[in-house]
Nanobody
Framework: VQLQASGGGSVQAGDSLRLSCAASGSTLSGFAVGWFRQGAGKDREFVAAIKWIGGSMFYADSVKGRFTLSRDRAKNTVYLQMSSLKPEDTAVYYC???????????????????WGQGTLVTVSS
C-alpha cells in the first residue's frame, strides 16, 4: 500500500483545513487508517483513526470536537477535516495504514505498517 498525504498549508488560528490520504496499490478494505502528527522538537503523536470496515472512528482528546474523519470508498481516500485550528496544531501530519489492528492499539505508532510522507500544517495566532 502506498499512501499520499496532502492538503497541508499555512492558516490563521480558527481556520479550517482538510487533509487527504490517498491510497494506491491496494484497497483500504480491512485496514485502519490513522493520522499522526509531529511538531518541531516533539514526539510523533496520534491524532485520529478510522477503521475502513464499519467506519469506527477514534480521536485524540486534543482534537475531539474539532477534527472529523471521513472516507471515500470510490477514491480509496481518507480525509481529516480540521476546524478551529490552534497554533498548537502546527505539525507535520502523517497518514498511516494498519492491515490488522485492535481498538486498544489504534493509537500506537508501532501498529501501523504503511506510512505516507508528511504534509505540513502551520497555524499562526
Amino acid at each position: 500500500v502506498q499512501l499520499q498525504a496532502s492538503g497541508g498549508g499555512s492558516v490563521q488560528a480558527g481556520d479550517s483545513l482538510r487533509l487527504s490520504c490517498a491510497a494506491s496499490g491496494s484497497t483500504l478494505s480491512g485496514f485502519a487508517v490513522g493520522w499522526f502528527r509531529q511538531g518541531a522538537g516533539k514526539d510523533r503523536e496520534f491524532v485520529a483513526a478510522i477503521k475502513w470496515i464499519g467506519g469506527s472512528m477514534f480521536y485524540a482528546d486534543s482534537v475531539k470536537g474539532r477534527f472529523t474523519l471521513s472516507r471515500d470508498r470510490a477514491k480509496n481516500t481518507v480525509y481529516l477535516q480540521m476546524s478551529s485550528l490552534k497554533p498548537e496544531d502546527t505539525a507535520v501530519y502523517y497518514c498511516a495504514a494498519a492491515p490488522r489492528i485492535i481498538n486498544s492499539s489504534i493509537g500506537r505508532i508501532s501498529s501501523y505498517e504503511y506510512w505516507g510522507q508528511g504534509t505540513l500544517v502551520t497555524v499562526s495566532s
